[in-house]
């Protein structure tokens, strides 16, 4: 085992006991789940925060998830690597974007454990740069048929297809592509559309508007807090609206520390995006949360967040030595947002958002780069607002961690494993 593998173990023990000993005096909290969760009061933290530790592992021996009743689960595609999104083409070839988050530079101890506890979880390391085409070519539910579809890529993860043109969210631009139907490769040169600022969170979600004039891409934040200030995090943590036609971009909806994964409601018209929220406010402070956004809207990020009244409210920024702390507050108390919101759990790391085409339901991976992970479904209680729970597709287990989800081409559930590798195929008992 390697020195950071070590190192990784250590902290993960040491993350581990900090847990246990906070349960036994009686200070752990219950996960904030729903539309009205009951959010701990944030606490300092001090210059080292306080995280669940990853322990998920790959897959051996043939095992697989197990399903929640009535679901089956199968492996679509094996030996990949890292892969994190997924889009299904019209002819029902199915796209993985492999990509990593790439190391950065060291300038702590408790950069080196926040690198090695990544690298222990998979969620560090050398990026494949690259999207991969599945096939399914006899349809009996496994990718018979596997290519390299791009290479040479920039961390990719978002992707889209709008007529004879193909989009691709790299970490440091969008780029747009010819793309001829039924091609099993692309290697034309692009046309970068927008550049962003590579790293941090490096994803870049991408979602086509319903008319296909627009396009939106979701942009996180350099860091936690923004504690190296905002002048690093100017034009993030924010959704874009690129116009196709004229070429013209804008910000969407701000203050979204990183929203990963969109999609319309589809009576509604509505955007939706699932965002990952801020560490080091305490165990279940503040949980992730699925939301819907609209034009122009603030949702609180780096200045206030999801408080335990159900509203935004944000106390412990300026414990951790942010500047302008309380007048930022104010501007994000009087942006708040109302709307359909629900709360994901702490650090939940929900990635993936897509609309059934049958039901009112909305799919969600729980990536939980600090946990194991999970899929879930969310159910509306009415067009364009969110229920005020989840239900399981794929329950908690010590492996593997879904990350992209959408529906294949035979109205199954593609999910995306990053840790095992995996492309999962999730169906009905009764299905083939």
């Known amino acids: 085992m390697s020195l950071s593998g070590i190192f990784a173990r250590i902290v993960a023990l040491i993350g581990a006991a900090a847990v246990l000993w906070r349960r036994l005096q009686g200070v752990a909290h219950e996960p904030a789940w729903g539309s009205a969760p009951v959010v701990p009061v944030a606490k300092p933290q001090g210059s080292i925060p306080t995280l669940k530790m990853p322990t998920a592992r790959g897959w051996t021996d043939g095992r697989t998830p197990v399903a929640a009743p009535g679901l089956k689960v199968n492996a679509f595609a094996t030996g990949l690597k890292h892969p994190r999104w997924i889009n299904v083409l019209p002819n029902g070839d199915v796209l993985i974007a492999e990509s990593n988050q790439v190391a950065g530079p060291v300038r702590s101890v408790f950069s080196y454990a926040m690198?090695?506890?990544m690298r222990r979880a998979s969620a560090l390391g050398e990026s494949a740069n690259r999207i991969t085409l599945l096939r399914d070519t006899d349809g009996d539910g496994i990718a018979e048929k596997r290519g390299i579809f791009m290479e040479g890529l920039n961390q990719p993860f978002g992707m889209a297809l709008l007529g004879d043109t193909f989009y691709v969210g790299n970490t440091d631009g969008v780029v747009a592509f010819p793309y001829a139907a039924g091609a099993d490769r692309i290697t034309a040169p692009g046309r970068k559309l927008i550049s962003f600022k590579p790293g941090g969170h490096w994803t870049r979600s991408l979602l086509p508007s319903p008319d296909g004039r627009k396009l939106y891409a979701g942009v996180g934040?350099?860091?936690?807090?923004?504690?190296?200030?905002?002048?690093?995090?100017?034009?993030?943590?924010?959704?874009y609206e690129l116009d196709l036609a004229d070429g013209s971009s804008r910000i969407f909806a701000g203050g979204l520390r990183n929203a990963v994964g969109?999609?319309?409601?589809?009576?509604?018209?509505?955007?939706?995006?699932?965002v990952n929220e801020r560490d080091g406010l305490g165990d279940e402070t503040p949980p992730d949360y699925l939301t819907s956004v609209r034009d122009g809207g603030f949702y609180g990020w780096p200045y206030c967040y999801w408080g335990a009244d159900g509203g935004r409210s944000g106390t412990a920024e300026s414990d951790r030595g942010r500047k302008g702390h309380h007048a930022g507050l104010r501007a994000g108390r009087a942006h708040r947002v109302a709307g359909s919101m629900l709360a994901a759990g702490r650090h939940a790391s929900g990635l993936s958002g897509r609309h059934g085409h049958r039901a009112a339901r909305l799919l969600e991976s729980q990536h939980a780069e600090w946990l194991q992970g999970r899929l879930r479904a969310v159910r509306e209680r009415a067009p364009g607002r969110a229920a005020a729970g989840y239900s399981d597709g794929i329950p908690r287990t010590g492996r593997g961690r879904p990350v992209g989800?959408?529906?294949?081409?035979?109205?199954?559930?593609?999910?995306?494993?990053?840790?095992?590798?995996?492309?999962?195929?999730?169906t009905g008992e009764r299905q083939g």
């Open 115 to 117: 690198q090695a506890t």
């Open 262 to 274: 969109m999609a319309w409601e589809p009576q509604t018209g509505v955007l939706w995006t699932v």
């Open 405 to 426: 989800v959408t529906l294949g081409p035979d109205g199954s559930v593609l999910v995306a494993d990053d840790v095992g590798d995996v492309i999962w195929r999730v």
């Open 221 to 239: 934040s350099s860091s936690n807090i923004a504690e190296s200030g905002m002048a690093v995090e100017e034009g993030r943590a924010a959704i």
